[in-house]
């Protein structure tokens, strides 16, 4: 048996294409809700996912797990809503699946999956975004989120390989849902590094608006080549490096209300 999880909140633009992606294998479809206000849960169910509705967590890896917890397939896959399952994927996972109807010995329990990462309606082939290998495919048991980072990987119980296919991970389709998430982002690492107790002084604030903003830029855009990704690459590594001046800005704002 084959789950599909997922955790959304106000997916309703993306939640169909993914789920299309994957339905004819996934004989099961969870999706963890955290208090969507648009067509989001009517969608999941009209698709067949079973649906549990809970609160809009600032860590949304809380989600991601209650998600996979529910779920009851031997292969698990998670998902997020605005990545599709490519075709070549598939076909891995149909591998797997007969491997374990004829109970053969995996070389692995969980599995590492490539993405295409789409930036403003370019696949950001350079800048160290592809291939961003993630593990999203796991037998049950055997990987969980720790859910204290949103940018943490599973944690798995044995061996892992590398699966073959991509997961098409449309994030930011225009750059206004990129600022959207910019924006998120660097308010839960605010949070963090206030709760990690970073002191606010001349080498901290140095530190944080100048030189991991240059060296960011210098990474994503130079060493790793994301010129060559045209305006978007150019684009994508200036913000990224703005994460860390913003973030500290916004410690500032928190030191300062408390």
Sequence with gaps: MFSVVLATHNEEKNLTKCLESIKDLANEIIVVD????????????SLGAKVFQT??????????QMAMNKATGDLILQLDADELVDEELKVFIKKLLRSLENKEKLEAVAWWIKRKNFFCGRWLSKG???????????????????????????QVEGQTAT???????????????????????????AQQLFDEGLAINPLTFLDHIVIKSIKTFFLIYLRHKGFVDSWQGLVFAFFSALHHPIAYIKLLKIKYAN
């Excluded at 955290?34 to 169910?45: H, L, P, Y």
């Excluded at 160290?128 to 990987?153: C, F, M, S, T, W």
């Excluded at 930011?172 to 998120?184: G, L």
Aim: hydrophobic share 25%; charged share 25%.
């Design 34 to 45: 955290g208090e969507s206000t648009d067509q989001t849960c009517q969608i999941a169910k």
């Design 55 to 64: 609160t809009n967590k600032k860590n949304f890896h809380i989600n991601k």
């Design 128 to 154: 160290g975004q592809y291939p961003d290998p993630v593990i999203r495919l796991y037998l049950k048991n055997k990987a969980h989120l720790p859910a204290k980072d949103v940018h943490e990987q599973m």
């Design 163 to 189: 699966a073959e296919g991509h997961l098409l991970h449309y994030s930011n389709p225009t750059f206004n849902d990129y600022w959207r998430k910019f924006q998120t982002y660097t308010s839960f690492k």
